[in-house]
């Protein structure tokens, strides 16, 4: 019997054993079972704000694409309008011709109004000659003053200032037609 008996102390020992072992793996199984659910949530908070941003980048791309379509409209439109005015351009350019600018207004302008020379007149104008300047005398003064009424209208159709007085004298070029009896 005290062999039986010793047999069972040595079994229940090893129950024990067995027993405070399976508790300590229960326990560690636990603790890595409650880290696991914790990390779990983090995860699952990372994921939902990943989702967010995923959206929110999904969102900012959509825009940035319809940006960018209708950037492509307008500069599609700004190229075929930079053609038209290319095109008006070269229209216009090829109607005209090359002007001179002159300063002033020039003897040679002068002297044709003055001649009732209005080919001349009319060349000069063209050629981007001033027809209100003055330098002393002016065409439309010369013109009237020698009766040139065809060199005066040319002067006028051209915008000229009829009461643009001579420098100093105070007189009009309609003054001057009259006084000369014209």
């Known amino acids: 019997l005290a062999a039986e008996r010793a047999r069972g102390e040595e079994a229940q020992r090893a129950h024990a054993a067995r027993e405070e072992h399976l508790k300590g793996e229960l326990k560690r199984a636990s603790d890595?079972?409650?880290?696991?659910?914790?990390?779990?949530?983090?995860l699952e908070g990372l994921e939902g704000k990943l989702r967010g941003e995923l959206a929110e980048l999904s969102t900012r791309l959509q825009e940035a694409e319809e940006t960018r379509k209708m950037q492509a409209r307008h500069l599609t439109a700004l190229r075929k309008e930079k053609s038209e005015i290319g095109k008006k351009l070269e229209e216009t350019l090829s109607r005209v011709t090359t002007v001179t600018p002159q300063r002033g207004n020039s003897k040679s302008l002068v002297h044709a109004a003055g001649m009732g020379e209005t080919v001349k007149l009319k060349q000069l104008l063209q050629q981007?000659?001033?027809?209100?300047?003055?330098?002393?005398n002016t065409a439309a003064f010369m013109a009237a003053r020698n009766g040139h009424t065809a060199a005066v209208k040319i002067l006028l159709d051209s915008g000229?200032?009829?009461?643009?007085?001579?420098?100093?004298?105070?007189?009009?070029?309609?003054?001057?037609?009259?006084?000369n009896g014209h």
Do not use: F, H
Request: hydrophobic share 30%.
């Open 128 to 136: 981007g000659y001033s027809v209100n300047s003055s330098d002393g």
């Open 160 to 179: 000229c200032d009829m009461d643009k007085c001579m420098e100093g004298d105070g007189k009009t070029p309609a003054w001057i037609a009259a006084a």
């Open 32 to 42: 890595a079972n409650t880290k696991l659910q914790s990390r779990i949530k983090e």
